[in-house]
């Protein structure tokens, strides 16, 4: 896979917080946004109220819709999601930004049997799709306003193509996008947003992000 991506992009869920978010951003950027929902006037509503074109479906529609497809839901909610977008999203890349937080103890790493969260979204959907994982340590209410936020992104997964796609989209939510290497690597940024939450709540942060230091080359 080396194609650009610049079509469509769906955000699964995107009446939330983090999905919102990305969505208002990327749209800002130019992309074409479909905002996707179980109820399509809750996504109807959430569009409009956020502007820059966003568009409201059902997540159903906007996954079949798209040509990358970000996935934003509470983790009880993940495997339900991706079930009812599968049909839909055949040879398409698939963002997943799940962090498997077991309320109520969410500081707690509590990583699934399948290793991540991420890991688990590839055994939902099959080989059929290409799933990336990202967006785990930014904090949708930081996301949300029109500030820069100092916070890399890191990007997980298993084709190296697709990761490049991701960090563009990353790029034109105005961060700092970082190949993590293969998909079984998300285990740990899911982890460390527990202990951002734990840091938080400790050192009274109002959204813990994480940087990378040292000077960066152009990956090959
Ligand atoms: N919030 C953050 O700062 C942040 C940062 C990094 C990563 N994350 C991760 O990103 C994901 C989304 O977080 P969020 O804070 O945006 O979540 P959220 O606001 O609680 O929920 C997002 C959307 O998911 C849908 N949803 C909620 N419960 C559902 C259920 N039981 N079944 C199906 N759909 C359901 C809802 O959309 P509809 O009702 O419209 O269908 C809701 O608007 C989570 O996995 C979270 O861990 C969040």
Redesign the pocket.
């Known amino acids: 896979m080396s194609e650009k991506f610049d079509g469509p992009v769906a955000v699964i869920?995107g009446?939330?917080?983090?999905?919102a978010a990305i969505a208002r951003r990327l749209a800002k950027a130019g992309r074409t946004v479909l905002l996707g929902?179980?109820?399509p006037d809750?996504?109807s509503a959430a569009a409009s109220r956020l502007g820059f074109g966003i568009s409201g479906r059902s997540?159903e529609e906007a996954a079949a819709a798209a040509d990358i497809v970000i996935v934003?839901?509470?983790?009880?909610?993940q495997e339900?999601?991706l079930s009812s977008i599968a049909p839909h999203i055949k040879g398409k890349i698939v963002v997943d930004?799940?962090?498997p937080?077991v309320p109520p103890r969410v500081m707690r790493v509590q990583l699934p049997a399948e290793g991540s969260a991420a890991v688990r979204a590839q055994g939902i959907l099959g080989d059929d799709v290409t799933v990336v994982s990202a967006?785990?340590s930014?904090?949708?209410?930081k996301l949300i306003r029109d500030r820069t936020i100092a916070c890399d992104v890191l990007v997980f997964g298993d084709d190296k193509s697709a990761r490049s796609a991701v960090i563009e989209l990353v790029r034109d939510c105005g961060l700092r996008g970082l190949h993590g290497g293969a998909l079984a690597n998300s285990a740990a940024a899911e982890a460390l947003?527990s202990i951002l939450i734990f840091i938080n709540k400790t050192y009274g942060v109002d959204g813990a992000g994480i940087q990378i230091t040292g000077k960066l080359t152009e990956p090959g």
């Not at 930014?138 to 209410?141: D, E, G, K, P, W």
């Open positions: 869920g009446s939330g917080d983090l999905g929902s179980r109820c809750t996504a997540n934003t839901v509470p983790f009880a909610a339900a999601t930004t799940t962090v937080l967006f785990h930014v904090a949708a209410h947003t």
